[in-house]
Structures are given as C-alpha cells and as structure tokens.
C-alpha cells in the first residue's frame, strides 16, 4: 500500500511537471505573435515611406520642368513684338507659376507627411528592438526550465518505475485502470471518514474495516482504492 501511494505521488507529481512544461511554448507563441505585429508594422511603415519618397521625387522633377518652361516662356517674352503676344506669354507664365505653387505644396505636404512617418517608425524600430530582445530572453529562460522540468520529470519517472514495481501486479493494474478513467487519482486517503478524492463519507462500518487495514478496499462512491489517511505509516510524503 505504501509502494502504491507513493507511486500516485508520482502520478501527481508528473502530471503537474507535464502541465508546467506547456506553459513555456504558450508563452513563447505569445511572443512570437507580438514580435510578427511589430514586424508587420515596420514593413508597412517602410513601405509607406518609399512611396513618399517617390512621390517627392516626383513633385521635385516637376518643378524643375516648370522651372524650365518659365524660364522659357520669359525669353520668348522678351522677344514679342505684339501686344497679343505679349498677354498671351504672360498668361502663360502667370499658369505656370501657380502650377508651379501647386506642386510646391503638394512637396511641402509630403515632406511633413515623412517627418511624421519617420519618427513614427524610428519609435516603432526600437519597440521591436525591446521586443525581440525580451523575446531572446524569454526563450532562453524558457528553454532553461524546460529543461530543469524535464530532469525532474526523469527522475520522478524512475522512482515511479522502482514504485510500480514494488506493487503487486495485479494491484497496479487495478490502480492503472482506474487513474486513466478517474481525472489521474486511481488512489485516495480516507480522513475522519471521508474520501479526499471525491468528498464522500464512508459509512461507518466499512471505515472501522479500514481502520483495521487487513484487506484492500475501494471507496463506496468514486469506487477509488482507498487507505486510511492518519494511518502513521503514510504520514510523511513517501514518495521523497
Ligand atoms: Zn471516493
């Protein structure tokens, strides 16, 4: 009985190891899904910023080609003999120069557009820095207790196999069968009457039968091999 009890403890023991040892890799999923949002943001903002920059380009070459075409338009001013001609070359000069302010506009707009962008995405740049940085961090550290986890886990796992084979085997197939279909507890303590596994009591006589502890029994409702829990025997964690 106390091989068996001990070998439960093991069961618990494993079963929360195996529970720690997901959290890590849920953790580092989490992470990884920040790091890919903060990535995407970058590369849109990147993206952004190369269409500005190319939309300034733009801008700046056609002011330069109105530049030129100014420049012209007074030349030929300055050789008109007509009056006809004359305003006709100034209306051309006069539409322009207001072109000409059009796309200086559009330039300036653009410039502030990038001034904002820019120290939007420097911002964003050095997140992403801190969260890759967190993100090493977290997968070592990660990595680290995995690893600790599992040594434990091994050790654990032999001691349960020096346990199982301590019991009798028919007992251990009893208990086996009964942990995979009970939620992991194929054995439980009786205290004061009760079932510490499902919280019901014992009806008195059956609790005197165990309290003599000269035959296996199973709890009457979770129908759980049972022992007395203030036995002296299984006092301490026997499994350490
Ligand atoms: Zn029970």
Redesign the pocket.
């Known amino acids: 009985m106390k091989n068996l009890i001990a070998l439960q403890d093991c069961d618990i023991r494993m079963r929360d190891l195996q529970i720690k040892k997901e959290d890590g890799p849920k953790k580092l999923q989490r992470l990884k899904e920040q790091l890919a949002a903060v990535e995407d943001q970058l590369e849109e903002e990147a993206n952004r910023l190369e269409t500005y920059t190319h939309d300034r380009r733009q801008a700046e070459q056609e002011i330069e080609e109105i530049e030129n075409r100014l420049k012209k338009a007074e030349i030929k001013l300055s050789n008109i003999k007509s009056n006809k001609e004359y305003e006709a070359a100034l209306k051309e000069i006069d539409d322009l120069k207001r072109e000409k302010l059009v796309w200086e506009d559009k330039a300036i707009d653009i410039l502030e557009k990038v001034e904002a962008l820019e120290a939007k995405y420097a911002t964003n740049r050095e997140k992403g820095e801190e969260t890759k940085q967190q993100f090493e961090l977290d997968h070592n550290e990660i990595l680290k207790r995995l690893k600790a986890l599992n040594r434990e886990l091994n050790k654990i796992k032999k001691k349960r196999m020096q346990f199982s084979q301590a019991v009798d085997p028919d007992l251990l197939k009893r208990y086996d069968s009964l942990r995979a279909r009970k939620g992991g507890i194929g054995i ?1 303590a009786v205290i004061k009457g009760v ?1 510490q ?2 919280h ?1 009591g014992i009806p008195p006589q059956e609790f005197n039968e165990l309290l003599r502890g000269d035959k296996l029994m199973a ?1 009457p ?2 129908t ?1 091999i049972i022992y007395w829990g203030d036995d002296e025997r299984y006092q301490n964690n026997v499994s350490e």
């Open positions: 439980s079932c596994t499902c019901l709890c409702n979770c759980r």
